[in-house]
């Protein structure tokens, strides 16, 4: 996860050639506010673990409804900073294609479901945030497997909104052909597993 910018704060960060849109790991936010905090000579006299708010860094982190402090320690300041910029993840899909999107990265998720007559099924969510199209995970499931693989809509009008199913427990298979032929990274799989719950099916598209 990175961090970008808020409006309030863009002033500070674009004096160090930043903007908007820049991604900022916590490094380059400690090393972006230390500096700024030198430039501006705004260490304290009396206790250099602590530093005085101006008006720009006072305006940005002030909450709503409340005073901003004039002296914070540097921990303290840091924690503000960050808490007020925004939330940026970046994934790069199988096409080798970087995507950044807003707020924190949703993972691919594989999880089992019971359908009538006990019959398991596996399903496949958030695929499409990585740039994998549900049709051709589908396909390819269904010609891994041997078995029939549809997709259809959640209903959630997301980024995301498409659900592969999948006839039978492939979870193994799934994360193999994400992870070997999609590029999706482990930690951006979620198994969940354990009691199968019943599926109602949904509007499938094959």
Known sequence: MYLSPSVGLLPVFSAYGFGKD???????????????????????????????????????????????????????????????????????????????????????TISTAMRTGNKTVTLIDNAELYGIEAKDLAERMQHIMASSASVQNKGTKGKADRQVLVQGNAVKAVTELLREHYHVPQHAITIQQGKAKKSGGGKGKR
């Open 22 to 108: 820049s991604l900022l790991s916590d490094s380059d936010i400690r090393q972006v506010i230390t500096q700024y905090v030198r430039d501006n000579e705004l260490v304290s006299e009396r206790d250099r673990g602590s530093v005085l708010l101006n008006d720009m860094l006072s305006k940005a982190l002030r909450n709503k409804g409340e005073l901003a402090p004039t002296l914070v320690r540097w921990d303290e300041l840091m924690r503000s900073v960050k808490s007020k910029m925004l939330q940026r993840h970046q994934i790069t899909t199988s096409t080798g294609i970087s995507v950044v999107r807003k707020g924190n990265v949703q993972p691919v």
